[in-house]
């Protein structure tokens, strides 16, 4: 829950490196988002323009974006339907569709314009964006225009001051949550080293008869640590295997309630892994 819960450090950028955002209507902006195609080359284009929902002071945007775009693949995906294909089709959010009482085949008259819901969609890095979908150059007053891009080595103060990368946008937080859960797991650990360290030595005492008969078989003391170590080395695994198994099951069950706690989505495997493969392994050498 640590590391899932805040949002990916790329959010809003898709697979891209930078990116402007345009406050519109500006009268230089096909200047703009052009001086960028002739710098960069391969540019990403999406518009939106707010609107009100009718009887009510929330507000959605309708969004021109290409989902075969070259970066902005990861801020678009398909829940139902298909994606809008002509002028004359749309995909919503649910938040849109429940608001404006729409849903799959229906027709959706905004603007004096009617369009025919082809989809139901959603950004998977962000729950709470709520949209309509149309083809690109169906947004024909937009109110911002973000313009996704790779800039590789230049600045982005160079660029301009509406431009930001994935670090700039960031918190700057030097303590990610990975290491402040294997922190934490490391101290939980030692406080249960030192429990299992006096639970060891009873059980030791309750075996001394079992030890016993085996130096009377003709056990070595070097054969005996072998059949203790082998014992512990087993009990560690089986603890180890049993113990991440439970975890991921428990995690698959709980993270529907995740994403929506969290407005994201998240992958079934997006685990920290980094503080999962330390705590197995210090399970089985504990034990062992």
Known sequence: MATNTPPPADAGFGTAQDTATFQAPDPHLAAQIAALRHRFGRIDVIENQAIAVPGSVSTYQVRSQDPNGPYGRPLLSLVSGHYPTGPGQVAVTSGVASALGLKT???????GTARRV???????????DEFALVVP??????????VLFDAPGVRPSSIGPNVQTPGSASSGNALNPETIVLGLA??????????????????????????GMLSALGATDRNIRLAVRANGTLVGITGALAGALLGLAIWLAYRPTAEADAHHVIGAFALPWIVIGPAMAARLSFDA
């Open 186 to 211: 490391t101290i939980g650990m030692l406080l249960i080293a030192l429990v299992g360290v006096a639970g060891f030595t009873v059980l030791a005492q309750r075996r001394l008869r079992a030890i």
């Open 137 to 146: 150059g169906q947004v024909t007053a937009p109110t911002q225009v973000t």
């Open 118 to 128: 082809s989809g139901i969609v959603e950004n998977p890095q962000s729950l709470l």
């Open 105 to 111: 085949g229906d027709l959706w008259h905004q603007g």
